[in-house]
């Protein structure tokens, strides 16, 4: 009899496990958990998004997703933010389960983010008060074959590596990339190494890199640069980097009084809505010259643009050298100082 008792709890368990991996497969299902998944996304971040098919999972050793051809638009606009061929998130149960957002890991492939709408929604979305989680990421972020598209410009990225991110924590990342472009006589290829080491805090009013480190290597017309400061990216982004050039640019104009192949000291600051407009206050200095600049990078390259009427560029400066040479005669105690007409 006591034998009989146990066969049949024996026989209850096993049914109510087979219906529970019975709902949990139900519920589990791609085209039921990718319209949740979606949706959930969708309402954190103020997006429209869509996939090209239903996500694949896995269970072991945790939940795992992957969403193929993922689209990303701001409500109502058309226009694509960002494109994702491969996007492969794990992460542990209890973030499914209501718990704190904590994400295991993410990979993206074969991205494009569009730098411009992003832009724009990002200003759109100052002027709301809606302020998403952003999640931890126990073992970070991988992005492979990607690219940042701007206006005549794109980065590729090749392999970008973030190990991992916690919101006022310090977080590394390293990427290995181009820096791609065209115009009408050339193509533009220019690859580079960037290293970044900083801690990201939030306010209500903007997103804060401080401190900030940045390691540069590349090659003309780009450089090789390392630097100290901080960023905040909010409705006006901020910044300010002190470093040094390890070398000037061969595709620059040389700066008289200066040797190009010796390192170069520099400060940089902005201020502006968009990196594009934004004004620029430059410093540079190397033994006994020192040059000072104040200028706006979408006037700067609309004159280097153009037939321009007027021979200087539109920038403010000051060079200060205790020594030039010119035509072969050597001037000693040089100032010269440049003021940029009065916009119309």
Do not use: C
């Not at 992957?66 to 960002?82: C, F, I, M, S």
């Amino acid at each position: 009899m006591r034998r009989r008792s146990w066969l049949i709890v024996l026989a209850v368990v096993a049914a109510l496990v087979m219906v529970a991996v019975w709902m949990v497969g139900r519920f589990l299902q791609p085209e039921r958990l990718t319209p949740m998944l979606l949706s959930a996304i969708a309402e954190a971040a103020g997006l429209e998004l869509s996939v090209s098919a239903p996500a694949d999972y896995g269970l072991r050793p945790e939940p795992r997703l992957r969403l193929h051809g993922v689209l990303a638009k701001a409500p109502g606009n058309p226009e694509p933010l960002l494109e994702i061929g491969l996007l492969d998130i794990a992460l542990p149960w209890q973030t499914l389960f209501g718990g704190e957002p904590v994400i295991t890991a993410v990979y993206v492939q074969d991205a494009r983010l569009y730098l411009l709408p992003v832009q724009h929604w990002l200003r759109q979305r100052q002027d709301t008060t809606e302020q998403g989680a952003w999640p931890t990421l126990e073992r970070g972020l991988k992005i492979s074959n990607s690219r940042v598209l701007g206006d005549g410009w794109a980065l590729q990225i090749d392999a970008l590596d973030l190990p991992r991110f916690a919101l006022g924590q310090p977080a590394a990342m390293t990427m290995t990339g181009h820096v791609l472009g065209s115009d009408a006589s050339a193509a533009r290829d220019w690859p580079l190494q960037l290293s970044v080491d900083t801690v990201i805090a939030r306010s209500d009013s903007a997103v804060t890199l401080k401190p900030f480190q940045l390691s540069l290597q590349a090659a003309s017309p780009l450089a090789t640069v390392h630097a100290n400061g901080d960023l905040s990216v909010g409705e006006i982004m901020q910044f300010k980097l002190a470093g040094e050039l390890a070398q000037w640019p061969a595709q620059w104009p040389v700066l008289p009084g200066t040797d190009p192949s010796l390192p170069m000291t520099f400060e940089i600051a902005g201020n502006g809505s968009e990196l594009a407009r934004m004004a620029l206050a430059v410093s540079l200095e190397q033994e006994q010259t020192r040059l000072t600049l104040n200028l706006v990078p979408e006037q700067l390259q609309a004159w280097l643009d153009s037939d321009a009427a007027s021979p200087l560029p539109p920038l403010s400066g000051e060079l200060h050298t205790e020594r030039m040479m010119i035509d072969g005669t050597e001037l000693e105690g040089v100032e010269i100082r440049v003021e940029a007409d009065p916009e119309p």
